[in-house]
């Protein structure tokens, strides 16, 4: 019995790629490349952070892997510009599913499990009109670590108060989706580009194209 459902933000909830018209506006005909270059590069950032016990919040991160995408391609910034770019990660637009799918899911629990900072989870949200839906938003920076690290599945478990096999964990990113199933979640792995799973020895418990298949299928 599945009694509460955990979101990852970004690419599960809010599209990454969505930052591409800003990146435009800005380089023209460079703005696929640097979207897809700056979202690898803050997944590696917050991995290797984490190993490395270097530990900075996900705005740092953002602003580093962005730089780091911008200097790949040889092209001029300013800080100006690595603030401009980056504030369009507080406008990211929702999948088209994720308001029928949020209404589907009711009346269980919903939260948001991310590595992005409080600050920033909780402006996208609002700004996408979504702040209405979730319990709780819930950030790593308490523990200043990122996913996969089982401590961060944790906050989840420890709001809810409830066994972690009720709690079905939803993720667009296949390395979350063998993190979390790893800790213990029963697992929906929104599969939106029709990736072979993660080689990592575990799961999903279902595999689905986007939310709202997913919440029918649950309410089925």
């Not at 980056?86 to 590595?115: G, H, K, W």
């Not at 979390?180 to 939106?192: H, M, P």
Request: contains cysteine; negative net charge; charged residues 20%.
């Amino acid at each position: 019995m599945i009694e509460a459902v955990v979101f990852d933000a970004y690419g599960t909830l809010f599209d990454v790629n969505s930052v591409i018209d800003a990146c435009e506006q800005l380089y023209p005909g460079k703005g696929t490349f640097i979207s897809q270059t700056w979202r690898q590069k803050q997944l590696e950032y917050t991995w290797l952070r984490a190993l490395m016990n270097r530990f900075v919040d996900f705005e740092a991160i953002n602003r580093d892997s962005l730089r780091f995408s911008l200097n790949k391609l040889k092209l001029e910034f300013s800080e100006d510009t690595i603030e401009k770019l980056t504030a369009a990660y507080l406008n990211l637009t929702p999948y088209p599913e994720v308001v029928d799918a949020l209404n589907a899911f009711q009346p269980r629990q919903l939260l948001i499990l991310s590595n992005g900072t409080s600050k920033m989870l909780h402006i996208v949200v609002e700004n996408a009109g979504l702040e209405s839906y979730f319990t709780a938003i819930l950030s790593v920076d308490a523990l200043k670590t990122y996913k996969p690290n089982p401590q961060v599945y944790q906050l989840a478990v420890t709001k809810l108060g409830i066994s972690k096999e009720k709690v079905l964990f939803l993720s667009s990113n296949g390395w979350d989706v063998a993190g979390s199933k790893s800790f213990g979640f029963t697992v929906g792995w929104i599969n939106r580009t029709g990736n072979p799973i993660e080689e990592l020895g575990v799961q999903p418990d279902y595999q689905v194209q986007d939310l709202l298949e997913l919440a029918h299928l649950i309410s089925r």
